[in-house]
Structures are given as C-alpha cells and as structure tokens.
C-alpha cells in the first residue's frame, strides 16, 4: 500500500467527546471536550486539554475541580451547543440538569448516563492550552447502562468525533487482552 506524507497534526483518530464541567464564579458552566483521554488506572487519573481562553479553565482554577459527563449520541445537539457557545456570553447552566455528587465544585450532568468528579492534581501549562490532569474522586453510572454491574458501551451509547463529524460505536471487533492471543507462539 502506497502513503502519502501529511503536514504534521494530531493523527486522524476518532476521539471520545465528553463535556466537562465546573463552577464558574459559583454558576454551573459545561463545554465539549475531544481531547480526553485516561492517563493512569490505579490511581485514576484522566487529562482534558481546553484552550487557556475557555471560560470553563477559570472555574476549574478557581475550585481546583472538574467533571466528567459522557454523553450519549441522542444528546449531539446540546453536546456541539456547549462547544459553540461559551459561557462567558451564553448563559449554559440550564442546558442540562446539574447535580452534585459529596463534592460541591464539581456540577455533573444529570442527563449524561455516565459522570465523574476529578480533583485537578497537576496542570500542565502548553502555550496554548492548560492539560487538567484529574483523579477521580466520584464516578457515577445509570443504572441501566450496566450489564454485570459493569458499564456497558452499547447502552451508554457514546458519541465520537472523527474528523468533521460526530459517529455512534460499531460493532465489536474483537476481545481484549485476549484476541491477540491467537498470535502468541508457543513454545
Ligand atoms: C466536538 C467538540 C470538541 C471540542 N474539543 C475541545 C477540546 O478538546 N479542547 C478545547 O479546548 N476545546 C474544545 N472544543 C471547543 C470548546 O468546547 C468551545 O470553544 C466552548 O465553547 C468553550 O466553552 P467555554 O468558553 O464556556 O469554556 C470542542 C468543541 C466541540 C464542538
């Protein structure tokens, strides 16, 4: 197969979208996030990289916390809304139905079938962005989204983002820690 080089970017790769949320001068403020992704399992921490102009970065300095609300695919519309918009001239804290978890900085979406709350513990200043890296202190799922008491990908129902546009899960390719076991030589 022939390649072709590209300009340098971040390699086309579908990216979960998850909107993040804080309190912003004690309102509830929430943004579409792409670039997230989990940066340890024990603990757990996971990062989101904002644009240092983003009203939410105030918040999240301000109280030391965030959250982390993932969307289903029925809710693209209010999902590219809070990416559209920012808080500093719309008012986003009636898009979604706040509640709060024992921590009171951190607003998550009621809507959202699965949230987190994260305690910033160590921000990674880029020129343009601030990387909040954040341990989950508080997770929450609906529980019809569980199967086995585990959460299931098929009923949450997660958003991607690939390119210019937002995809819904396909199918499964296969399991993991497992199918590769096939390429294993014995000895
Ligand atoms: C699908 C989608 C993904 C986005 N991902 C990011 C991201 O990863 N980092 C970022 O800084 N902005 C991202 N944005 C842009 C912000 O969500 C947007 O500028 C938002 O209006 C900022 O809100 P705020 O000023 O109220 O904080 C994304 C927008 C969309 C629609």
Redesign the pocket.
């Known amino acids: 197969m022939e390649k072709i080089q590209l300009p340098n970017q971040a390699p086309a790769a579908p990216m979960p979208?998850v909107i993040a949320g804080a309190l912003v001068k004690g309102k509830e403020?929430y943004?579409?996030?792409?670039?997230?992704g989990i940066m340890s399992m024990q603990p757990p921490l996971v990062y989101?990289?904002?644009?240092k102009a983003?009203?939410?970065?105030a918040g999240i300095k301000e109280t030391g916390y965030f959250s982390i609300n993932v969307p289903s695919a029925g809710l693209v519309k209010e999902?590219?809304y809070?990416?559209?918009?920012?808080?500093?001239d719309t008012d986003?804290s009636t898009v979604f139905s706040t509640f709060f978890g024992k921590v009171k900085h951190a607003p998550m979406i009621r809507e959202c079938p699965v949230n987190a709350v994260c305690k910033v513990v160590k921000t990674v200043e880029l020129p343009s962005?601030d990387v909040f890296i954040g341990e989950v202190v508080e997770y929450y799922v609906d529980t019809p989204c569980l199967t086995d008491n585990t959460p299931d990908p098929k009923k949450i129902d997660p958003l991607l983002?690939a390119g210019h546009s937002y995809r819904k899960l396909g199918g499964v390719a296969g399991a993991a820690f497992s199918t590769g076991k096939a390429l294993i030589k014995k000895p």
């Open positions: 979208v403020n943004l579409a996030i792409g670039a997230y989101i990289s904002s644009m983003h009203f939410t970065n999902t590219d809070c990416g559209l918009v920012s808080g500093r986003k962005n983002l």
